[in-house]
């Protein structure tokens, strides 16, 4: 399996590039944000429990986040590989999805960051707010989101180069300059 973590602060076009990296490796893409939203819209009891929490712009528990992403693996046995996308967030995560993964004799091969300066994240987000509405891209609550990366995120970068399985892209520019970038990453592996 090939299995990479795609990393940056919100509104640094994760989603964007993951679905380009899903098309052309055939991974299948794994985004806590889209799982939590999914669970939202069913109104499912752990919908119920973490729409307050991501309204308000706050992490939802390791031991629920972790819960869902392996029952999200184990239901793809098939797959050549992920993309894990918003999660890890917090080095215990990064911990709980190793393991995880070597229980099914797997591992993350690497760690892309995409590199995105505050001023880019705000324009961005402040545009995608204006297209979809996305309720965690409020003003307020997007300052959360981006001060919980920059305070707590970030941290699981030295995590994984410790392990030598980080890069980092810069994520400003044009997509598919940024896309080539990332495959050039990819490519190593």
Known sequence: MLNFVLFGPPGAGKGTQSEKLIE???LLHISTGDIFRAHIKNQTPLGQKVSALIADGQLVPDEITIAMLEEEVDRNPQA???IFDGFPRTVPQAQALDEFLESKGSAIAGVIALDVDQEE???RIAQRQLETGRADDQADKLQKRIEEYFNK???VLPYYEA???LSKV???GKIEDIFANLCAVVDQY
């Open 24 to 26: 052309k490796y055939q």
């Open 80 to 82: 050549k590989g992920f």
């Open 121 to 123: 994240l705000t324009k």
């Open 153 to 155: 995120t970030i941290h």
């Open 163 to 165: 392990q030598q399985k």
């Open 170 to 172: 810069n994520g400003i």
